[in-house]
């Protein structure tokens, strides 16, 4: 394990034009479109956006864990400074067991039914670090304490189906940072728990220090209370970026605009309409020239459709991917 | 005042199962001593987290399972203890909206003809006149009238969530159940479909009992809501005053949880973090059946179950089933949308 402190100004993780393809029956789907972000030791970084928006096979992508065939994946994507797409098979899981950690959204079946919680919390760390079976236990039950496993004792000797949704959540949490990772990937962790529960965890969440956490949501109230910077996603392309306060109350892209406002809030007094963007997302396998939010947005103009507007920087570390925002745009509630 | 349209007195629902290494038989409460009333173009939200018997009370109401005891009253008929003869008539007037509506559509039907089957069963319009029907309903809906020759997979989630709901409006319903209708579409979805139930209330004077685990949700769509927890009422109050004055802890568990889309909001509020889960409906605990997860429990609610009473009885109603609600009911408590509000 290195012992030297990080360099804070460098990058943890970095990706760099990724792009992922799927081939289909209906053609290429483009389901991430030249992507590039940063994530900085200690920071959280949300990933929001829509069902088939690429939020999840970008990261899935970056780390190689997508079969390929049938997704092909292109761009570069740097692990504090290793370069993943360079290393084999062996170096590529050394480096992914070691510093990097997921956490999905179902539990149930990311754990290992017939494996005491005990044994797969540690399993990586006994691979990686060669503990002792005593060891490994006593640490198992240390990480299931920090966690807020009531019991843990008991619960470091029983199997998944023993544990509750909530517990089993908080397990895969002590399992992702029993290898004191410098990354942790989390997936819709909370999607599948109730309110109270999902609480609890993201409490714990945010209790955690020391370690970079990329959130992939599509809850923006979730999104709100756990992030420094997000990073807004629509059919494969990042459309909005910045830290979590400009681009929730400042937002630069109609889209994210139109995300915020579709959210019921508290403080409507009265029932009023939604703020709906019509219509829905295009059809990764034909994906328009243009800007892909081009068919619902209400800004649109003519040169919308006939490029892809870059990511551009408008505001401090605010960037969005239009042509026509050039002033923040309100937010209705 | 006019009688209410759904009257729901005193139900019950319970499970017989099978559970554990023994086998030993076990009765799941998964409705215990619930009433409340559904009036004409209201819409009742029902709200909890898992197993509080949310969904099991429309169903219930449906018709869809059996109340083991109880009055389900739709009018002067009582759906609990329907006859086989008296059931399709008087099922015609409540329908049913679900999570998810690829398992609810049959994907062997074109949309029309998944339309016309209600008109048909219930002998609604003559058969030249079906055409024009389905036309119409998928104009209510806002679909395109050529979506009838198409089947279900080929539409987006948030299409087929429409297609269902034209179903059931299909035999002119005073009450549809909204059984997490929004839960499993994309938030720009969402907003659209919930301005079309809106909508369709206000064109149709339907009432709903819309039911969900979303506190926004409920809130956005509500006339009143009923909080559950366990299969039990905890609160049941006009939709403001149930998120700005709510007088049971759970409701304000329940509010403190949701997440806001705000940082500032979240970054500065008071968080209520219950500890622990839900316990199981089979084993629930004695008293209050909050009581394990409760901030406030006292030795009281161990050993009594609270009664569910009004404090507000010249207003509208405010029900509480918690010792300690008449202390707490002054008290104006946190809500989410306020707290640091810009």
Request: aromatic share 4%.
């Amino acid at each position: 394990m290195t012992t030297d402190s990080p360099d804070p100004r460098r990058p943890v993780f970095e990706v760099d034009g990724l792009e992922v393809r799927f081939r289909t029956g209906e053609g290429v789907a483009r389901a991430v479109n030249g992507i590039s972000f940063s994530v900085h030791p200690g920071e959280r970084v949300a990933v929001v956006g829509e069902s088939g928006c690429g939020k999840s096979a970008s990261l899935l992508a970056a780390l190689r864990l997508l079969p390929s065939p049938p997704a092909q994946v292109a761009g570069r994507v740097l692990l504090d400074g290793t370069d993943l797409f360079a290393l084999n098979a062996r170096e590529l899981n050394d480096v992914l067991g070691r510093d990097v950690a997921m956490v999905f959204q179902d539990s149930l079946s990311s754990l290992n039914p017939v494996l005491r919680m005990g044994r797969q919390i540690t399993e990586g760390v006994r691979r990686h670090e060669g503990l002792s079976k005593k060891d490994a236990r006593a640490y198992a039950t240390e990480l299931l304490t920090r966690v807020g496993v009531p019991d843990p004792a008991q619960r470091v000797d029983q199997y998944p189906h023993q544990l509750s949704g909530g517990m089993r959540q908080r397990a895969m949490i002590a399992m992702a940072l029993a290898g004191k990772p410098k990354l942790l990937i989390a997936d819709e962790p909370t999607t599948a728990l109730d309110v109270t529960v999902q609480a609890q965890i993201l409490d714990l969440v945010r209790g955690l220090e020391d370690v970079a956490i990329v959130w992939v949501s599509h809850d923006l109230g979730v999104v709100a209370g756990l992030a420094d910077r997000v990073l807004v996603m629509y059919a494969g392309y990042i459309i909005e970026e910045g830290d979590v306060g400009s681009v929730f109350h400042r937002p630069r892209h109609p889209y994210t605009r139109g995300l915020l406002n579709s959210v019921p809030s508290f403080r409507d007094a009265d029932r009023s309409r939604l703020a709906a963007i019509p219509g829905l997302p295009p059809t990764l396998t034909d994906l328009p020239a243009g800007c892909p939010f081009y068919d619902r947005c209400e800004l649109r103009e003519p040169r919308c459709s006939a490029q892809m507007p870059p990511l551009t920087t408008v505001d401090g570390t605010q960037r969005a991917a239009c042509w026509v925002t050039a002033a923040p745009l309100e937010v209705a509630s | 005042m006019s009688a209410p349209l759904l009257d729901v007195r005193n139900l019950r629902v319970h499970f017989a199962t099978r559970a554990g290494a023994r086998r030993s038989r076990q009765v799941v409460k998964a409705v215990e001593d619930l009433s409340f009333q559904v009036d004409r173009g209201e819409t009742l939200g029902l709200v909890g987290e898992s197993g509080c018997g949310k969904s099991t009370t429309g169903m219930a109401v449906q018709g869809l399972v059996r109340a083991t005891s109880g009055e389900i009253l739709l009018g002067d008929v009582d759906m609990a203890t329907l006859r086989p003869g008296q059931a399709r008539a008087a099922r015609r007037r409540t329908q049913m909206v679900f999570q998810d509506p690829t398992s609810s559509l049959n994907a062997r039907m074109t949309v029309g003809r998944i339309l016309e089957e209600p008109l048909v069963v219930h002998h609604l319009v003559a058969p030249r006149e079906r055409g024009a029907r389905v036309r119409q309903l998928l104009e209510a809906v806002g679909m395109p009238a050529a979506a009838a020759h198409r089947y279900p997979h080929e539409f987006s989630g948030g299409q087929r969530q429409r297609i269902a709901i034209a179903r059931a409006l299909a035999v002119e319903p005073e009450l549809i159940i909204c059984d997490e209708p929004t839960a499993a579409l994309d938030v720009s979805i969402r907003a659209q479909v919930l301005n079309l139930f809106r909508e369709l209330q206000e064109q149709q004077g339907l009432a709903y009992l819309f039911i969900s685990h979303d506190l926004s949700a409920i809130h956005h769509v509500s006339d009143r809501i009923m909080v559950m927890y366990l299969g039990r009422p905890m609160e049941l109050a006009d939709r403001e005053t149930l998120i700005r004055r709510s007088s049971h802890p759970y409701t304000n568990a329940l509010l403190s949880a949701v997440p806001v889309p705000d940082p500032d909001i979240e970054k500065t509020r008071q968080r209520v973090i219950l500890s622990g889960d839900v316990p199981s409906p089979v084993n629930p605990p004695s008293g209050c059946v909050f009581r394990t997860r409760c901030p406030l429990a006292r030795d009281r609610c161990v050993e009594e179950v609270p009664a569910w009473r009004n404090l507000d009885t010249d207003g509208p109603g405010h029900w509480v089933a918690c010792h300690f609600a008449e202390k707490r009911a002054g008290e104006d408590l946190q809500t989410p949308g306020d707290e640091g509000a810009s």
